[in-house]
């Protein structure tokens, strides 16, 4: 399947005439191209056989467009990931496929953008692999800042991905359903102050962990509200209000919860004064200490 991406390469000249970037594939193309690349220094795929491709995904530059699934550097194909030219640049390789020269973006690239949306089976896969390939960690953390859904805390991102990948991670269902919340994960253990991280950690992992029949959307978007509600809650209270509404949450299905969220409990602490907020949690019931 490695042809359909050169004969798309070979349809679209992947430079223009002035020997500037026309597009970069994307997606599982371009991570095809790296188990290439990977065969080339090692003398053997690392995993074999090696990915299957179905169709080709470009980040396209400039006024090019093409006949298929196509993204911009606004935003990269709906990640919140925004770069200019001359930063992704800095974030692609060169791979010699089948005698020809093709530019794909690097392993750190794909990773980040294939994480931090609710990820597929295959983003799993294909994230695992990458990793699993080798990495720069520095440059991960800096392709994470880039983008706009997760907090700016790149060596915390890359920290928990690696603990989703080598800890949490047990078959590869359970490791999509835990890299689904890795977003959620971050942007609420940035939140809090480094002395309570560990103990919110282990509430948050023990609560996805429990979804098992599930692909982690649901908890995803559990781990969303909590965060909604979070910031208008004080530090010192907030673990205890997050294992509350795990335990609410479990009651409803993920739709119920998510208007319970929105049309009861935030607008109740929106609409009370800071020194009110604490008896508004309790008549909630979600602080009971």
Same mark, same amino acid.
């Given at each position: 399947?490695?042809?359909?991406?050169?004969?798309?390469? @070979?349809?679209? !000249?992947?430079?223009?005439a002035?020997?500037?970037?026309?597009?970069? !594939?994307?997606?599982g193309?371009?991570?095809?191209a790296?188990?290439?690349?990977?065969? #080339?220094?090692?003398?053997?795929?690392?995993?074999?056989? !090696?990915?299957?491709?179905?169709?080709?995904?470009?980040?396209?530059? /400039?006024?090019?467009?093409?006949?298929?699934?196509?993204?911009?550097l606004?935003?990269?194909?709906?990640?919140?990931?925004?770069?200019?030219?001359?930063e992704?640049?800095?974030?692609?390789? /060169?791979?010699?496929?089948?005698?020809?020269?093709?530019?794909?973006?690097?392993?750190?690239?794909?990773?980040? $953008?294939?994480?931090v949306? $609710?990820?597929?089976?295959? @983003?799993?896969? *294909?994230?695992?692999?990458?990793h699993?390939?080798?990495?720069?960690?520095?440059?991960?953390?800096?392709?994470?800042?880039?983008?706009?859904?997760?907090?700016?805390?790149?060596?915390?991102?890359?920290?928990?991905?690696e603990?989703?990948l080598? #800890?949490?991670?047990?078959?590869?269902?359970?490791?999509?359903?835990?890299?689904? +919340?890795? $977003?959620?994960?971050?942007?609420?253990?940035?939140?809090?102050?480094?002395?309570?991280?560990?103990?919110a950690?282990e509430?948050?992992?023990?609560?996805?962990?429990?979804?098992? @029949?599930? @692909?982690?959307?649901e908890?995803?978007?559990?781990? +969303?509200?909590?965060?909604?509600?979070?910031?208008?809650?004080?530090?010192?209270?907030?673990?205890?209000?997050?294992?509350?509404?795990?335990?609410?949450?479990? #009651?409803?299905?993920?739709?119920?919860f *998510?208007?319970?969220?929105?049309?009861?409990?935030?607008?109740?602490?929106?609409?009370?004064?800071?020194?009110?907020?604490? /008896?508004?949690?309790?008549?909630?019931?979600?602080?009971?200490?």
């Amino acid at each position: 399947m490695l042809n359909l991406l050169l004969d798309f390469v @070979d349809a679209n !000249p992947q430079r223009g005439a002035d020997g500037g970037l026309n597009y970069v !594939p994307f997606g599982g193309s371009a991570v095809r191209a790296l188990e290439e690349r990977y065969k #080339k220094a090692r003398g053997q795929y690392f995993r074999s056989p !090696p990915r299957v491709i179905s169709d080709v995904d470009v980040l396209a530059l /400039g006024d090019n467009s093409y006949p298929v699934h196509s993204s911009s550097l606004n935003d990269i194909f709906c990640t919140g990931i925004k770069m200019s030219e001359p930063e992704l640049r800095e974030n692609l390789v /060169g791979v010699s496929v089948k005698g020809r020269e093709i530019v794909v973006p690097n392993p750190e690239l794909i990773i980040a $953008t294939k994480s931090v949306r $609710t990820p597929r089976q295959k @983003d799993y896969d *294909d994230v695992a692999l990458l990793h699993s390939m080798g990495i720069d960690e520095s440059k991960l953390a800096r392709v994470y800042e880039k983008c706009g859904i997760i907090a700016k805390n790149g060596p915390l991102v890359v920290s928990l991905l690696e603990r989703t990948l080598s #800890k949490l991670s047990k078959t590869p269902r359970e490791g999509q359903r835990f890299l689904a +919340n890795l $977003t959620q994960y971050v942007n609420l253990i940035d939140s809090l102050p480094k002395e309570q991280r560990a103990q919110a950690g282990e509430v948050i992992e023990g609560y996805v962990g429990e979804d098992k @029949d599930k @692909d982690g959307y649901e908890s995803s978007t559990v781990l +969303n509200n909590v965060h909604n509600v979070w910031r208008h809650v004080p530090a010192r209270h907030k673990i205890e209000v997050m294992r509350n509404l795990f335990l609410a949450a479990k #009651k409803e299905d993920h739709t119920e919860f *998510d208007n319970y969220i929105h049309f009861k409990v935030v607008p109740s602490l929106e609409f009370a004064e800071e020194n009110q907020r604490e /008896g508004v949690l309790r008549k909630l019931g979600l602080l009971k200490s």
